[in-house]
């Protein structure tokens, strides 16, 4: 008698054991529309994982899709490392329209590769060049990729040791409420930048999550991203701001650190600026940072230009009259009120929650359990993920354009979830 072979057996057998997500997920999806996965045999998940974050406008919007096909149709150009392309000033001109100019900023646009870490990569590069010092300073429980000039910035000790070599040139200082407000902010690291003995290399910049998602969904206050600024400011090192995951209305503007009222010499975006899921990467900069001599930093695939068609499309759909904004504020206030109820259910448990926009996460006193509410929650049709360093904090990041009864659906799965695993 024989038996059939799993589904997953190819996946077990030959790809590598590296593998992450599918673990928790274990089903082999096929198609996806909006907020909904489909596995191969039909039955439909809600997502509110969107991609990590790289899917806000969901799966396959159909306002991006069209522009997409029909630009392949056509035989446009799909890779055109870093020539003049229409698709690439089509991009540019909606960019500067729908971003830049209503917010008065005057940065540069540089396409450093596909992916956040090459943004990254692009932004350490090009502050060290300008300042010509080697040091960076990051925050406790950052992440910004896992290239090795990312992984130097970035707190998490398991990610860290996948190097295989010593991280320097970066130096952790406490992120926002670290020590429980105990310490006044900044106290440490202003003493040791104007310690001449304290052994600081002068920093050449500050790189900072305005919301660590990866992290574990620590927000930092208004007031504490003015502080930095103020600090960086004094100190002459610049601000780099890393909008990868929280950028592109995750948190409600366009840039997560509109809120603040601050405007960072550097920005780094990827995830959803592409709005379809296609890999696209910017690195944005004040005029007088952009020091670089022609093709001294430079990449394959820095040329999307199918990526530049679906993020026009995405900017001319969603961020050309404000209500973007408006609806994600909107779900975010829903997504808070339901959170507030578990957490009340479950006070015994130590539930607390916290987030902005649409990404939140949700703790417990018992940080294993975490994980076991995701995959309870898998079973019942909702893709949720564990972030922070020991995976203790659910984190819910669903699109952007998810449904006000979506929400509602997933949220409900989710206390059930809670309280099944109590």
Request: aromatic share 8%; charged share 20%; hydrophobic share 40%.
């Amino acid at each position: 008698m024989t038996t059939a072979p799993s589904p997953l057996s190819v996946f077990d057998s030959l790809e590598s054991e590296v593998r992450s997500y599918c673990r928790g997920w274990p089903a082999v999806f096929d198609r996806a529309q909006g907020a909904r996965m489909y596995d191969e045999t039909g039955r439909a998940y809600l997502d509110f994982f969107a991609g990590a974050g790289a899917l806000n406008y969901g799966h396959n919007n159909p306002v991006l899709k069209r522009p997409l096909m029909d630009y392949l149709l056509r035989d446009g150009i799909t890779h055109g490392l870093d020539m003049a392309t229409t698709a690439k000033r089509a991009f540019l001109e909606s960019f500067q329209n729908a971003v830049l100019r209503p917010r008065d900023l005057p940065y540069k646009v540089m396409f450093p590769g596909p992916t956040g870490t090459n943004a990254v990569e692009a932004a350490l590069k090009l502050a060290r060049k300008v300042k010509g010092r080697e040091s960076i300073v990051s925050f406790t429980n950052a992440f910004h990729g896992m290239s090795l000039g990312s992984l130097a910035v970035t707190g998490n000790a398991f990610k860290r040791a996948g190097a295989g070599i010593p991280l320097v040139h970066g130096t952790p200082m406490p992120y926002d409420n670290y020590l429980d407000g105990q310490v006044q902010d900044f106290l440490w690291f202003e003493r040791l930048l104007e310690d001449q003995g304290s052994g600081l290399n002068k920093p050449a910049a500050v790189i900072v999550e305005t919301v660590q998602g990866e992290g574990g969904i620590n927000v930092a206050r208004p007031e504490w991203l003015r502080a930095l600024a103020d600090l960086c400011r004094r100190q002459d090192m610049l601000l780099i701001v890393d909008d990868i995951q929280m950028g592109c209305g995750r948190t409600g503007a366009f840039f997560s650190f509109e809120e603040a009222g601050i405007a960072p010499d550097i920005v780094t975006l990827s995830k959803s600026i592409s709005g379809y899921g296609l890999p696209m990467s910017l690195c944005l900069f004040n005029p007088e940072l952009d020091v670089w001599e022609p093709g001294e930093h430079n990449g394959t695939f820095r040329g999307n230009n199918p990526a530049f068609v679906t993020a026009a499309a995405a900017l001319d759909a969603y961020w050309a009259d404000g209500q973007m904004e408006k609806q994600t504020l909107a779900r975010g206030e829903q997504v808070e009120r339901a959170l507030l109820g578990i957490c009340d259910e479950n006070s015994a448990l130590g539930a607390h929650y916290r987030g902005r926009g649409l990404v939140w996460g949700l703790e417990f006193a018992d940080k294993s359990r975490a994980s076991a509410v995701c995959a309870r929650a898998f079973e019942r049709g909702l893709l949720l993920e564990t972030s922070g360093p020991e995976s203790e904090v659910v984190k819910l990041l669903p699109p952007l354009t998810v449904s006000a009864e979506e929400v509602d659906e997933g949220l409900e799965i989710l206390a059930l979830a809670v309280r099944e695993t109590s």
